[in-house]
Structures are given as structure tokens and as C-alpha cells.
């Protein structure tokens, strides 16, 4: 029910935007959040947004570096990332909390919805 979008292989120093459009649902008043996986590891939490785009969360890896925001108009969740470094490289997925929750968290489990995820390769 969400489709990623904006991965690719770049270098270190870049940037990317990532997007998050759901399909067959509107998610504009979801708790929305972006987590990553690399390979052999866990997916982790990376950033997390509330329906009105005012309070956000981010992991200490990517603060002021990456800003998540969402165009509720157009039912789309970014993720701007800049600086990018080769530990950045991953699988990103976005992620939406079940309807009616209002807080951004950075547990997974609270997510109930959840996109396939794009590649994003940072080379040095």
C-alpha cells in the first residue's frame, strides 16, 4: 500500500530524494516514518513525521543531514538526504502508523504499513 521511489547509486557528498506514495488509501493524517536496512543488518529508524508536519524524529546518524516532510495535498512523504555517506547505503522503506495514532516513535513494530523499500548506494 506504499510505493517508494527516488533510490539510486551515488556518491559520497550527494544528494537524494526519496518519495512515499500510498496507493488505494489517503495517508494524510498517518504518523509517517522512513527506516533503512543494510545488508546482514537490522532495519533501523531513520526519521519520523506527524500527520500535521510539525513534530519530527530523526536518528542521531542523520540528523542535519536528511529532513523528512510530506505534502498532504498530493498524499506524499519525502525524505530529503544530503551529505550522503557510504554508511548510508541501504534498502529504505517507508512506513505508516495505524489510523488515529498521533505520536512519531522510532519503534517498528508501531508501524503497521509498509512499502518494499528502494536502494540507495553511496560510493566513495
Known amino acids: 500500500q506504499l510505493v517508494e521511489s527516488g533510490g539510486g547509486l551515488v556518491q559520497t557528498g550527494d544528494s537524494l530524494r526519496l518519495s512515499c506514495a500510498p496507493s488505494?488509501?489517503?495517508?494524510?493524517?498517518?504518523?509517517m516514518g522512513w527506516f533503512r536496512q543494510a545488508p546482514g543488518k537490522e532495519r533501523e529508524f531513520v526519521a519520523s513525521?506527524?500527520?500535521?508536519?510539525?513534530?519530527?524524529l530523526y536518528a542521531e546518524s542523520v540528523k542535519g543531514r536528511f529532513t523528512i516532510s510530506r505534502d498532504n495535498a498530493k498524499n506524499t512523504v519525502y525524505l530529503q538526504m544530503n551529505s550522503l555517506r557510504p554508511e548510508d547505503t541501504a534498502v529504505y522503506y517507508c512506513?505508516?502508523?495505524?489510523?488515529?495514532?498521533?505520536?512519531?516513535?522510532?519503534?517498528?513494530?508501531?508501524?503497521?504499513?509498509w512499502g518494499q523499500g528502494t536502494q540507495v548506494t553511496v560510493s566513495s
Open positions: 513525521l506527524s500527520w500535521t508536519g510539525v513534530s519530527t
Open positions: 512506513a505508516a502508523r495505524p489510523r488515529g495514532q498521533t505520536a512519531t516513535t522510532t519503534v517498528r513494530s508501531m508501524y503497521a504499513f
Open positions: 488505494g488509501r489517503t495517508f494524510s493524517i498517518y504518523v
